[in-house]
């Protein structure tokens, strides 16, 4: 029952432990769906009751599993589905350390996780057909990505170099990312 998904995440916040759980390595079947919704802002709600406790939305994007396009919280016994309306995080920050081609993009999203952007977590940039508006997106971790918020990245556009070949973006991590 969700009840004791909710118990055993309570519980794991009380030990105060901040290490991330192996949930890649947590494969138990589907228990069923959760009345959970990340919006696309970032915000957590349970039953339509957004989630005020920043600490517990910490604690279950702890155990947050993407599978296909679907998103699961998983413990070891629990598997449950929950609905996410784009990605999971939002990258509400970006320092940017270096110039240039040795540049490095040290992302932070909602949840706290700081994202080196590099080949392993590459930035990329879907333009909608219809309207044209870019949604970039970090890889955080196994498959979940963090929506980078407008403002950061309007502040990335600003540093975008255009090559020789005529492609615009960013370098982060030795690897350059087209963004436009």
Not at 36 to 44: E, H, L, P, S, T
Not at 110 to 127: F, I
Not at 153 to 170: K, N, P
């Amino acid at each position: 029952m969700a009840n004791d998904l909710f118990a055993q995440v309570e519980a794991l916040l009380k030990e105060g432990g901040h290490a991330r759980p192996p949930v890649h390595l947590w494969n138990p079947p589907l228990s069923g769906d959760i009345d959970i919704r990340i919006a696309r802002d970032g915000n957590w709600y349970h039953e339509g009751t957004r989630f005020e406790r920043a600490a517990l939305v910490r604690l279950f994007a702890s155990i947050l599993k993407r599978e296909g396009d679907e998103y699961f919280l998983v413990t070891p016994v629990e598997k449950w589905r929950l609905r996410v309306e784009d990605a999971p995080f939002v990258a509400i920050d970006c320092e940017v350390l270096g110039e240039g081609g040795q540049q490095q993009l040290v992302f932070t999203t909602n949840v706290g996780e700081r994202v080196h952007c590099a080949a392993t977590h590459p930035l990329r940039v879907v333009v909608d057909p219809l309207s044209g508006e870019p949604s970039p997106y970090v890889l955080v971790r196994d498959g979940l990505e963090a929506r980078i918020a407008r403002s950061v990245f309007y502040r990335l556009v600003d540093r975008a170099v255009e090559r020789e070949d005529g492609q615009v973006g960013l370098f982060s991590g030795g690897e350059f990312f087209a963004i436009g």
